[in-house]
């Protein structure tokens, strides 16, 4: 004989009424943090789905930024079931209606990458984004192939050139390898806009190596007459000294500069480690050891001087050809992913352009849902801000730093977890996170916190809590200049 027992109701998880308000408080601005397996895919899914089930919103007046194209397309395929599951079983025929009319808008939505909204930004603006007629976005391989074209013969340009000779030269006797130019132009090729607002287009020479050394020799040459003070002539430390004093003679006979920065390089030799000596032989060998560590240090300095200018002169010629190259890109509408990004936030910032662009795409898109947003370039934030603004045409609304444009309440809905943020490669920025979370809970009264895990057993998630909420606790006694560390 066998019986059966009602299954009791399933348990509201804790964070509830957290999940009640992305759902239904359609009317603010909402900043959420989601754990990881906190359901934050299907809490977005149901904010949507609240908009257009409201009339707030149609499906085609709403964006959705996500992480990957994998992300995007998983979004739109739940929405696809949830719209024909509410759709096919909604009595109400009006509201059925708005179901159906979501769906034929669902596979044209803006619903994808930071990159994809961006190229939606552009295609709808070319003119004002000064773009040719036909725009091809290149992929990955592409855009590197390119590049590595570009280089190979710009690089022979710098080798070759009568200004550029003596950088390259100090370079290489400072111990810097060739490839370092590579991974200069590669970096400033990948972030070409900070290089037009942060490198200068032009650089002096780097300053005469022989004279930036002399008060640095002079120290060292007082540090070594010290082993004159020495009660034993065979003691390490005088020992050493003696060595210095032979190698600093040998240095300021050395007349070629170049051969002088390599002497004074990590191949050079010269030895500024002096845990040696006994203590009954000096005076005061602390003191003696300490001024021979700084006569070291001193030297490293003026190295380190010499080649930072080589690389300001050698990065103002970099400059150069990084932001022909993106011009280059621009006037052929043959556009790199970063392009994309810069040229959407650009046609924002115009200060004539700028007010149409923004008032037609603030029309078009009335709800911005950034999803995953540790992890997304912060080119995103000021291009939802910007869209978003309460008031687009007001020229403040594109040249305002980002966290001064008012928003119109609900236009934005962010999503994010800090202390998933791992994606530097692409520019994450855990400080901008930082920044809008407290900006936007500032407008929504709170942040929105999703903190219930539907993903892993009890076990391991009261192990994970008890070891990160140590480790992820930053000391009380460190103080930074801008906001890094998230809260666990």
């Given at each position: 004989?066998s019986s ?28 959420v943090?989601a ?10 899914v149901e ?9 707030t ?15 995007g ?11 024909q ?7 109400d025929?009006?509201?059925a ?6 769906l034929d ?11 994809s ?6 295609s709808?603006n070319?003119?004002e ?5 036909r725009?091809e976005v ?16 710009f690089r022979?340009?710098i ?7 003596r ?19 590669a ?16 650089a ?7 004279a930036?050394?002399a008060?640095?020799?002079?120290d060292l ?6 082993r ?7 003691d ?5 000294l ?8 040998l ?8 051969d ?34 700084e006569?070291g240090?001193?030297?490293?300095r003026?190295?380190?001087d010499?080649?930072?200018?080589c690389?300001?002169q ?7 050809f ?12 043959r ?16 200060p004539?352009r700028g007010?149409a662009v ?5 029309d ?16 995103q ?5 910007r869209i978003?603004a309460?008031?687009?045409r007001?020229?403040?609304s594109?040249?305002?730093p ?43 009264g ?6 219930a895990?539907?993903r ?7 192990w ?11 000391p009380?006694e460190n ?8 809260d666990?």
């Amino acid at each position: 004989m066998s019986s059966t027992v009602a299954r009791p109701p399933e348990a509201a998880p804790p964070d509830q009424a957290a999940r009640d308000r992305i759902a239904g408080d359609l009317g603010t601005t909402l900043f959420v943090e989601a754990g990881a397996g906190s359901g934050k895919t299907r809490s977005l899914v149901e904010r949507v789905i609240s908009l257009v089930a409201s009339g707030t919103a149609e499906l085609g007046a709403i964006a959705a930024i996500t992480f990957t194209e994998k992300a995007g397309a998983e979004l739109r395929d739940r929405l696809r079931r949830v719209l024909q599951e509410r759709a096919s079983a909604e009595p109400d025929p009006g509201l059925a209606q708005r179901f159906d009319g979501a769906l034929d808008q669902l596979d044209s939505a803006a619903i994808g990458t930071l990159h994809s909204f961006a190229q939606r930004i552009l295609s709808e603006n070319p003119i004002e984004a000064g773009l040719p007629p036909r725009v091809e976005v290149l992929d990955e391989v592409s855009s590197s192939v390119d590049f590595e074209r570009r280089w190979s013969t710009f690089r022979d340009e710098i080798f070759e050139s009568p200004e550029l000779e003596r950088a390259v030269l100090l370079l290489d006797a400072a111990g810097v390898r060739p490839q370092a130019l590579d991974a200069l132009a590669a970096a400033f090729d990948a972030n070409w806009d900070l290089v037009a607002e942060q490198v200068g287009a032009t650089a002096p020479e780097p300053p005469p190596v022989e004279a930036r050394l002399a008060a640095a020799f002079a120290d060292l040459a007082d540090v070594c007459a010290e082993r004159d003070e020495c009660r034993d002539p065979d003691d390490k430390l005088a020992v050493r000294l003696g060595e210095l004093a032979h190698e600093l003679t040998l240095l300021r006979d050395t007349e070629d500069e170049l051969d002088l920065l390599a002497a004074i390089g990590p191949a050079g030799g010269m030895n500024f480690k002096v845990r040696i000596g006994r203590k009954e032989n000096w005076p005061d060998v602390e003191g003696v050891r300490a001024r021979v560590v700084e006569a070291g240090a001193a030297i490293d300095r003026v190295r380190d001087d010499i080649t930072r200018a080589c690389a300001r002169q050698l990065g103002s010629a970099i400059r150069r050809f990084t932001l022909e190259a993106a011009a280059e890109r621009r006037a052929a509408g043959r556009l790199e992913f970063h392009d994309l990004l810069v040229l959407a936030r650009s046609v924002l910032r115009d200060p004539e352009r700028g007010p149409a662009v923004r008032s037609r795409l603030h029309d078009r898109y009335q709800r911005l849902l950034l999803d995953e947003f540790q992890d997304t370039d912060p080119i995103q934030i000021e291009l939802a801000v910007r869209i978003a603004a309460a008031d687009p045409r007001r020229a403040e609304s594109g040249s305002a730093p980002w966290n001064a444009v008012p928003v119109t309440p609900g236009r934005l809905f962010v999503v994010g977890d800090p202390k998933q943020s791992i994606y530097r490669f692409r520019r994450a920025d855990i400080a901008t996170f930082l920044a809008a979370r407290d900006r936007f809970a500032e407008e929504g009264g709170e942040v929105v916190a999703l903190t219930a895990n539907f993903r892993t057993v009890a076990p391991v998630i009261e192990w994970v809590n008890h070891v990160f909420a140590a480790l992820m606790t930053a000391p009380p006694e460190n103080e930074l200049p801008l906001a890094s560390q998230p809260d666990y």
